[in-house]
C-alpha cells in the first residue's frame, strides 16, 4: 500500500502554545486528507476533511478556530491546534486518499500531543 | 447518517484457534464499502479486508474472511488460526461509494482481541 507519513510521532507542548501536525503523502498525490481523534480506548473521530487548494469541511461539533488544517499541496496536509489546553491532549491520525472511487485511504502513523 | 455498531468490546481466543468478531451497520445506500481495520499497539491502523457491497462473494485474504449479509446489514470478521500478533483493537468501518468525494470513513467503537498462548 501506499506510505502515508505524519509528523511529530509524539509532541508535548505548553498550554497556551500552539503545535503543528504534518501529514505527507510519499508516493501518490493525496488530493483529499482526513483528521481523526482517538481518545484512550475508543474509537476514532473524524474531525475534518481536508482537499487539496480549498477549505476543509470540519464536522459537527469541532472547533475550526482551534483546529486549523490547511491542505495547500497534494501532498501535504498540516493540522495545527492553537491556544492549547490539557483536554486536547489526544492522539491525532491523518489519512490520505487520492480521491478515487475505489482505492484506499491510507493512515499515517498518528502523533501523540500531551498539553501540560 | 451512517452508522456502525461493534457490540463485542473484548473477545479473546486461544492461539491457533478461530475467532470472530461481530459488525452490524445502518445505512440507507445500496453502494458502500466494508473495511476491518486493525490497530496494534504501536497504534498504526492497517487495513485488514475489504468488502465491495455490490459484491455477493465474500472477501478473504489468507486467514481472514468475512461473512457480509447484506440484508441483514451484517458483516463480521472471521481469523482463522489465530496468532499471537493478531492481537490488536480491531475497527469495523463503513465508507460511502454513491457520493463522489464522500470518502471519509465511519468507524465502529472496536473490539479489542486477546490471543491467550
Known amino acids: 500500500g501506499a506510505v502515508v507519513s505524519q509528523h511529530p510521532s509524539r509532541v508535548i507542548c505548553k498550554s497556551g502554545t500552539s503545535v503543528k501536525i504534518e501529514c505527507r503523502s510519499l508516493?501518490?498525490?493525496?488530493?483529499?486528507m482526513f483528521w481523526y481523534r482517538q481518545f484512550p480506548k475508543q474509537s476514532l473521530m473524524l474531525m475534518a476533511t481536508s482537499n487539496e487548494g480549498s477549505k476543509a469541511t470540519y464536522e459537527q461539533g469541532v472547533e475550526k478556530d482551534k483546529f486549523l488544517i490547511n491542505h495547500a499541496s497534494l501532498t501535504l496536509s498540516t493540522l495545527t491546534v492553537t491556544s492549547a489546553h490539557p483536554e486536547d491532549s489526544s492522539f491525532y491520525i491523518c489519512?490520505?486518499?487520492?480521491?478515487?472511487?475505489?482505492?484506499?485511504?491510507?493512515f499515517g502513523q498518528g502523533t501523540r500531543l500531551t498539553v501540560v | 447518517a451512517q452508522t456502525v455498531t461493534q457490540s463485542q468490546p473484548e473477545m479473546s481466543v486461544q492461539e491457533a484457534e478461530t475467532v470472530t468478531l461481530s459488525c452490524t451497520y445502518d445505512?440507507?445506500?445500496?453502494?458502500?464499502?466494508l473495511f476491518w481495520y486493525k490497530q496494534p499497539p504501536s497504534r498504526q491502523m492497517i487495513l485488514v479486508i475489504r468488502q465491495e457491497a455490490y459484491k455477493q462473494q465474500n472477501a478473504t485474504e489468507n486467514r481472514f474472511s468475512v461473512n457480509f449479509q447484506k440484508a441483514a446489514k451484517s458483516f463480521s470478521l472471521k481469523i482463522s488460526d489465530s496468532q499471537l500478533g493478531d492481537a490488536a483493537m480491531y475497527f469495523c468501518?463503513?465508507?460511502?461509494?454513491?457520493?463522489?468525494?464522500?470518502?471519509?470513513?465511519?468507524f465502529g467503537q472496536g473490539t479489542r482481541l486477546t490471543i491467550n498462548p
Open positions: 468501518a463503513y465508507r460511502s461509494a454513491e457520493v463522489q468525494g464522500a470518502q471519509k470513513l465511519v
Open positions: 445505512t440507507s445506500e445500496s453502494d458502500y464499502y
Open positions: 489519512s490520505a486518499s487520492s480521491g478515487l472511487m475505489n482505492t484506499e485511504a491510507f
Open positions: 508516493d501518490f498525490q493525496a488530493t483529499t
